[in-house]
């Protein structure tokens, strides 16, 4: 039997994207894999990346933006009713300024889910107009944020965790710099491959970051469901 030798992988070259200016203690890289970058000289609208930064962000904040955008909105038509005219909203029994408020945010919220008009119905043009607006607002708006929950159900995403401490130790006659990885879910990944890029400040210049990529035991595995 015949054994080839196989040609070794290529080392990570001398710069991962941040540059080799070093940034103090500031950190490249967050913990949760995100960069820890601020772009600056961005015109202002180009700043607002509204469908990367809804599918991206955590289920808890989704649900909060969501939550404050329907709450936000049916107080703004609420208060569009009242300036057109409470009398013109059918079924109100609200003494109060304040009682006739709330009647016409909830009057607002029917109409904003097409859910249909129960005591509270419009009468007259603008009323009407208002509302015809709103519950067009409401499909578009809905039918967005359906669209949304469905690209965050089907984005995929690895979730890998590492150990929290790694060791220097004896390792086939010799030491190593060891660490682990390990898939966190249950879905299947295959023909993982792994890179290490160690980061070292230049002796001559020490505002001047150097980077090596380490030659690693271990490079590729066609299936992980282990550490």
């Not at 890029?197 to 090596?212: G, M």
């Amino acid at each position: 039997m015949r054994f080839k030798k196989v040609k070794e992988p290529e080392q990570a070259g001398s710069d991962l994207g941040f540059g080799n200016k070093d940034g103090g203690n500031a950190r490249g890289l967050n913990k949760d894999g995100s960069f820890n970058v601020i772009r600056k000289g961005v015109p202002l609208l180009n700043k607002f990346e509204t469908f990367h930064a809804l599918i991206s962000m955590s289920w808890i904040k989704f649900y909060l933006t969501v939550f404050s955008l329907y709450f936000i909105v049916n107080l703004l038509f609420a208060a569009l009713y009242m300036l057109a005219g409470i009398e013109n909203l059918a079924g109100i029994q609200g003494i109060t300024y304040i009682d006739k408020f709330w009647e016409s945010f909830f009057f607002s919220s029917q109409t904003l889910t097409t859910l249909g008009y129960g005591r509270i119905s419009p009468v007259g043009e603008l009323e009407n107009s208002i509302a015809s607006v709103e519950s067009m607002i409401g499909l578009m708006s809905f039918a967005l944020v359906t669209g949304l929950v469905y690209g965050r159900f089907s984005r995929p995403g690895a979730r890998i965790k590492y150990s929290r401490v790694a060791l220097i130790a004896p390792y086939k006659n010799t030491t190593a710099f060891m660490f682990r990885l390990v898939n966190e879910r249950r879905n299947q990944l295959i023909e993982v491959e792994a890179g290490v890029t160690f980061s070292v400040r230049n002796k001559e210049n020490n505002k001047i970051r150097n980077f090596y990529g380490l030659k690693l035991e271990i490079t590729k595995i066609n299936f992980f469901p282990l550490s």
